[in-house]
């Protein structure tokens, strides 16, 4: 199976990430494809939130700087780790990049519950949910904090 | 797509693995989008006013040169491919943080500024279609229903923006038909095209024109934004940029001709809606009554795209700024799931909206003002004066950086443009020294939010890290 994680740059895509290798079987998963999506007509492209590069970078920087932190966290679970930068609408691109691979797996964090999340069109988690080829784990901060364990 | 890619993570490790989105035609229906949608619909009157039947001078000299500034753009987004835009070029030429701050927070009260116009020749539109509610409040709603609309993302959506844009150009199409019936039912005086409405020198009522129509000519800055993620940048974006500039022109001054045809100047002059008014001339075998609400609606749709592009850019340079450390970091925040830069979002959209709010208050105190007309001018002030800027710091640049790759532009057209910029400058400052005062008020908010950094800055910094240094494990 080829497993497509999202990072949007959010401390919630990197659990996602760890999420994953908590409970999924190595041995089942042969490839790992770490996406990043810019979007480049929006008022911030990309904000990478995780790997503490520097603060002047450009936008595109920050998305390569985000996707190989969440891919060095992947780093000796044992699938390769691919790693794939697209821009565009992060929904589109995310289902996009699992239709390339023929993912049997997307994962995607869900940043919160809050009320602009369900009222105002839905998140990108939705989105992606809506029109993904596979199934879709979405990852939400859970108040139990299983999602951020280390 | 094959997947065979390597074993490890690795760099660049896959065919498609740094796949950019803006192809050329993608970028050119941007720009076109961009600066069709910033003024002819408003400004057409006011131009034709200051100039007489020949106002189509006027726009094709203001596009000219724009479309040079544009080449400069060009040559310096190829070299330096980030989405920074114009403070990244005159960073880079003269190396002073003082004045790359200066030109930032111009470029800021620019978009502010221009959004202000164009919320306001919004309601214009709006007002020739539903009577109520006053104008006032509906460019005040309309700009917080665009900050909405980018906290919410749908801004991403490059499909939506190139379908608006040619909503733009069927709308300019409709008035071009319109000058080709008059044309063609013999009913043209070609004589309109060569009258001054001027006792002076033509010249300067072109110069005059120009100051005016220069408003119509602008947006194709943003085109800077999108550089880094244009494909093959150094073939696509020059030709998408100074070509979709060059079809603008092409439209503005071929719809000024139709507009002058159709039309009496003075009626023409007076409109509220201008181009709505050749419309509903009668030329065209459709209902008057039908065919001024649809155009009522493409102008809206045109005015809408280039604002919301107005939008997403002031919370962008905020943000960046918050990044530099050169106001507050909280404006660099973003929300956890939509990405948007909140707080710089809600101030950018209340600093247009006060902007709108004060306008207003003049207006009912007595004062006589156009709001369409006098934000654009400020609007125009401040971005000749950045366009003046980004030209020196290509030229200083010419040598240094050099690669096969990027775009050259041609350096006597460049000194032209640099003189056009500041003649343009200079006649619309002499000719209007309030807008001065309006520039300095939109600087002073950049200004004062520095003032605010500086003050209360350090909180957000350990101890030992100077202003701009980049902070050790910590991401904003």
């Not at chain 2, 045809?261 to 509220?272: G, K, M, Q, R």
Request: aromatic fraction near 8%; hydrophobic fraction near 55%; glycine fraction near 8%.
């Amino acid at each position: 199976m080829h497993v497509v994680i999202a990072t949007d740059g959010s401390k919630q895509s990197l659990a996602a990430a760890k999420h994953l290798m908590s409970f999924a079987d190595p041995d089942k998963i042969e490839a790992v494809s770490v996406v990043g999506v810019i979007s480049p007509y929006a008022s911030v492209a990309f904000a990478d939130e995780i790997s503490g590069g520097p603060r002047d970078r450009s936008f595109r920087e920050a998305a390569e700087d985000a996707v190989r932190t969440v891919a060095e966290a992947l780093d000796g679970w044992g699938p390769k780790v691919q790693r794939k930068l697209r821009s565009g609408s992060p929904a589109n691109e995310i289902v996009k990049a699992a239709k390339a691979v023929s993912a049997g797996l997307v994962v995607v964090a869900s940043g919160s519950r809050g009320l602009s999340d369900t009222v105002l069109l839905g998140s990108t988690a939705q989105r992606v949910q809506h029109s993904a080829p596979c199934p879709v784990l979405v990852v939400r901060p859970a108040p139990r904090k299983r999602a951020t364990k280390k | 797509m094959s997947d065979t890619a390597a074993t490890h993570v690795h760099p660049d490790d896959h065919e498609d693995g740094l796949k950019r989105s803006i192809s050329g035609r993608l970028l050119f229906f941007y720009v076109l989008g961009d600066v069709l949608g910033s003024g002819i619909y408003v400004l057409i009157g006011l131009v034709a006013g200051a100039v007489g039947g020949a106002f189509f001078l006027a726009f094709a000299v203001g596009v000219t040169i724009a479309t040079v500034t544009g080449m400069a753009y060009a040559e310096l987004a190829t070299k330096y491919p980030r989405a920074a835009g114009a403070a990244l070029y005159i960073q880079k030429a003269f190396g002073n943080r003082t004045l790359t701050f200066l030109v930032t927070v111009l470029f800021l009260a620019s978009s502010f500024a221009a959004a202000g116009s164009l919320a306001s020749g919004f309601a214009r539109y709006f007002g020739e279609v539903f009577s109520f509610p006053p104008a006032a409040v509906v460019a005040i709603v309309f700009v917080a229903l665009l900050a909405v609309v980018n906290y919410i993302g749908i801004t991403e959506s490059v499909v939506a923006n190139m379908v608006m844009t040619f909503v733009e150009v069927f709308g300019l199409l409709i008035v071009l038909l319109i000058g080709f019936l008059v044309i063609v039912q013999g009913d043209a005086d070609f004589g309109v095209l060569t009258e001054f409405d001027t006792d002076s020198n033509p010249i300067f009522a072109i110069i005059a024109g120009v100051s005016l129509a220069f408003f119509a000519m602008t947006g194709f800055e943003n085109a800077a934004n999108v550089a880094e993620e244009t494909i093959d940048p150094a073939r696509n974006f020059p030709k998408a940029l100074i070509g979709g500039m060059a079809a603008a022109g092409v439209f503005y001054v071929l719809v000024s001709i139709s507009a002058a045809l159709t039309l009496p100047i003075p009626e023409l002059v007076d409109a509220e809606a201008p181009l709505l008014a050749v419309v509903e001339s009668g030329v065209l075998p459709v209902p008057v009554g039908v065919l001024s609400i649809v155009f009522a609606f493409i102008a809206m749709t045109a005015i809408t795209n280039t604002t919301l592009v107005a939008i997403v850019t002031q919370p962008r340079v905020l943000y960046g700024m918050a990044r530099e450390d050169v106001v507050p970091a909280a404006f660099g925040k973003v929300h956890p799931t939509r990405r948007s830069p909140v707080l710089a979002l809600i101030f950018s959209a209340a600093v247009v909206i006060a902007l709108l709010a004060i306008s207003n208050l003049l207006l009912s105190a007595g004062l006589d003002l156009d709001i369409v007309a006098r934000l654009a001018t400020v609007t125009v002030v401040l971005l000749l004066i950045i366009y003046s800027m980004v030209i020196v710091a290509c030229l200083k640049l010419g040598s240094t950086d050099v690669n096969a790759d990027h775009y050259r532009a041609p350096r006597p057209l460049l000194y032209l443009g640099l003189v056009g910029n500041v003649a343009v400058l200079y006649y619309t400052v002499y000719d209007d020294p309030t807008s001065v005062l309006w520039c300095l008020a939109l600087v002073g908010v950049g200004v004062a939010l520095f003032v605010v950094e500086l003050i209360f800055g350090k909180r957000d910094r350990p101890a030992g890290t100077r202003r701009g240094e980049p902070i050790e494990g910590k991401e904003l």
